[in-house]
């Protein structure tokens, strides 16, 4: 078996917690609004630190974004915004805590107009890296070229999630519904 290259070179607890998320989460569709947002709030945090970082935060993000219930995290007042300021647990930005919940205010407008935040990603897709970056760019906060790549890799929507080679491609198309695979 035949893994990314950058898994294969890992080591020790570092390399159980990449692989976790490697073979089980990234570049796998997701049909839950709120992982979908989830996800978008962690790729946002991710920006200026590692990938690591934010894994091993995973559980205090979920904890501080109300599990990222997006019509929760709509409704957050100046307290939770301070609340989440102070939170030792996540990334304490006031540009991506401000952008995680304006991002879920517009979700919801999404939701209202297309049913869901995933039938909106439908609605566009296909779409080039660069059309993607313009459309979020003009429709989210905090989301610019490096963000919406690794957010729409991460969930299917973009390829390079993985090497051509790598196992978990093979599975990760196998669950792909049939718009994406032909597109």
Not at 17 to 32: E, Q
Not at 151 to 168: E, N, R, T
Request: hydrophobic share 35%.
């Amino acid at each position: 078996m035949s893994y990314c290259s950058a898994i294969e070179t890992m080591t020790g607890d570092r390399k159980a917690l990449h692989k976790a998320y490697h073979d089980n989460h990234y570049g796998f569709p997701i049909h839950d609004d709120n992982e979908l947002f989830g996800r978008l709030i962690m790729e946002i945090n991710q920006a200026g630190l590692s990938w690591e970082t934010i894994l091993k935060k995973e559980e205090a993000f979920r904890k501080a974004y109300h599990n990222f219930n997006i019509k929760k995290v709509a409704a957050y007042t100046e307290k939770d915004r301070e609340r989440l300021l102070n939170d030792a647990g996540i990334i304490r930005n006031r540009l991506k805590v401000n952008a995680a919940i304006e991002n879920a205010k517009t979700i919801v407008a999404l939701q209202k107009e297309f049913g869901s935040f995933e039938k909106w990603l439908e609605s566009h897709h296909p779409k080039t890296k660069e059309e993607w970056v313009k459309l979020f760019k003009k429709t989210f906060r905090f989301t610019g070229g490096e963000i919406v790549n690794e957010f729409l890799q991460s969930i299917g929507y973009l390829p390079g999630a993985h090497a051509d080679g790598c196992v978990i491609l093979k599975k990760i198309q196998k669950t792909k519904p049939l718009w994406m695979q032909k597109k």
